[in-house]
């Protein structure tokens, strides 16, 4: 059965610290992959997303990830990050062609200023 | 433009009542998900619409639960009658052919006592 592991389940970094959280999934088909924030009493958003091309893909606010086909992963990147990056952070993966969505378990990020 | 509007945001009940939550999703989406977030899990998926038709119910425990869409705009969840258990988020997303992505409402935090 497809699943997606989020290794990390709490992280707490300082201002300016870098940030890298794994998202790994089990499926050999085609893929698309997502990763959605939570932000305090709000509803999850879409951070970015990889459906095809370059492997490193750049979303909102400073976040990148980096699509890695033979580790099976998709890690969040952020070089320097800010208190208000505290959230959720779920990754998903949804079959190619298919509407289905598979979340891992999430990593709650605090942010210390 | 609204996003993905639900209601109740909060609902607290005793066992064994009923309880229902309502959907509305971005106009013209015609792919509804109902989605089960427990404390500390990633969101997990109940039930998927296309237009009027549950294409995806595998997950619904159908024993208690129900959903419906009706001329497949807004829908309702239902649980009857509710168990402790039960208490978690629920989460209604929608998309379209034309997105990329689903797009998430702030969920109704349902309380079981």
């Known amino acids: 059965a497809q699943s997606v592991s989020q290794h990390n389940h709490h992280v707490i970094l300082s201002e300016a610290a870098s940030l890298e959280l794994g998202c790994n999934y089990s499926?050999?088909?085609?893929?698309?992959l997502f990763w959605y924030v939570q932000y305090p009493g709000q509803h999850l958003q879409l951070l970015l997303k990889?459906?095809?091309?370059?492997?490193l893909v750049k979303g909102i606010k400073g976040f990148e990830a980096e699509f890695i086909k033979s580790k099976f992963s998709f890690n969040l990147r952020k070089p320097s990050v800010q208190w208000s990056d505290t959230a959720e952070y779920f990754c998903?993966?949804?079959?190619?062609?298919?509407?289905?969505?598979?979340f891992g378990t999430g990593t709650r990020l605090k942010v210390l200023a | 433009e609204a996003g993905v509007v639900q209601s109740p945001r909060y609902k607290i009940i005793e066992k064994k009542q009923p309880v229902a939550f309502w959907c509305n999703p971005i106009?013209?989406?015609?792919?509804l998900y109902w989605y089960l977030q427990n404390l500390g899990q990633g969101p997990e998926l109940l039930i998927r619409?296309?237009?009027?038709?549950?294409?995806?119910d595998s997950q619904l425990p159908k024993d208690r639960f129900s959903a419906e869409r009706l001329k497949g705009v807004d829908s309702t969840l239902k649980i009857q009658p509710a168990e402790l258990g039960d208490s978690a988020v629920y989460l209604c997303?929608?998309?379209?052919?034309?997105?990329?992505?689903?797009?998430f409402g702030q969920g109704t935090r349902l309380t079981v006592v």
């Open positions: 997303a929608s998309s379209s052919a034309g997105t990329t992505e689903a797009f």
């Open positions: 998903a993966v949804r079959n190619s062609g298919t509407y289905k969505y598979i």
């Open positions: 619409y296309e237009n009027e038709e549950a294409v995806d």
């Open positions: 106009s013209g989406h015609n792919t």
């Open positions: 499926y050999g088909g085609t893929v698309n």
């Open positions: 990889y459906f095809s091309g370059d492997p």
